[in-house]
């Protein structure tokens, strides 16, 4: 046993409070986010289908806006475990916005590292708090952040939907339109 393991021990055996945090928290912002609902997509694609006007489809067809303004934090140890964390926190996040609805088409518009904060760790009174992301762990971030950033998804594992909607969506540029968030 580490020196660790049995502080931790008698920690519990006396009963102390073990909840505090350790580690280091990321604060991540987008511009903007924003989703059609598959129904409606589907909706527009069928009425297209039927009369092949797909201008008047397209006009009973609503952009809706996630809530951008609460932002996506974690809390990790250590980098490997925050890019498991980040890539978890934006799938929840895409899946509470929309409603678990699985054929919504989700945009995120400039998702962005802003804030590094170490969190106080009793035993290192030097640790810094608040702290901008150093280039470090920009880095880290980057291929994450580019995977979901400016890139239309259907809420889905793969961000993929079905073949037809997938189609209609390309043909009527509503990925273009749901990372612009405008119609």
């Given at each position: 046993m580490t020196r660790d393991l049995i502080n931790e021990a008698r920690k519990i055996m006396q009963g102390e409070n073990l909840t505090e945090a350790k580690g280091t928290q990321y604060h991540f912002t987008m511009k903007d986010a924003s989703y059609f609902k598959g129904n409606d997509i589907r909706k527009a694609m069928i009425q297209t289908k039927k009369d092949g006007n797909s201008d008047k489809a397209l006009q009973?067809?609503?952009?809706?806006?996630?809530?951008?303004?609460?932002?996506?934090?974690?809390?990790?140890?250590?980098?490997?475990?925050?890019?498991?964390n980040i890539e978890k926190a934006i799938l929840d996040y895409r899946n509470k916005q929309?409603?678990?609805?699985?054929?919504?088409?989700?945009?995120?518009?400039?998702l962005e590292l802003?804030?590094?904060?170490?969190?106080?760790d009793k035993d290192k009174p030097d640790d810094?708090?608040?702290?901008?992301?150093?280039?470090?762990?920009?880095?880290?971030?980057?291929?994450?952040?580019?995977?979901?950033?400016?890139?239309a998804m259907f809420n889905t594992?793969?961000?993929?939907?079905?073949s037809d909607l997938q189609k209609f969506v390309e043909d009527e540029a509503l990925d273009e339109m749901a990372v612009q968030g405008v119609m």
């Open positions: 009973n067809l609503d952009l809706n806006s996630g809530n951008d303004e609460e932002g996506i934090s974690i809390t990790a140890n250590n980098p490997g475990e925050a890019v498991r929309v409603n678990r609805d699985r054929n919504a088409l989700f945009a995120f518009d400039r802003i804030l590094v904060q170490k969190l106080k810094k708090e608040g702290t901008l992301p150093t280039s470090r762990e920009k880095g880290i971030f980057k291929n994450v952040l580019n995977k979901y950033s400016n890139e594992p793969n961000g993929k939907g079905p």
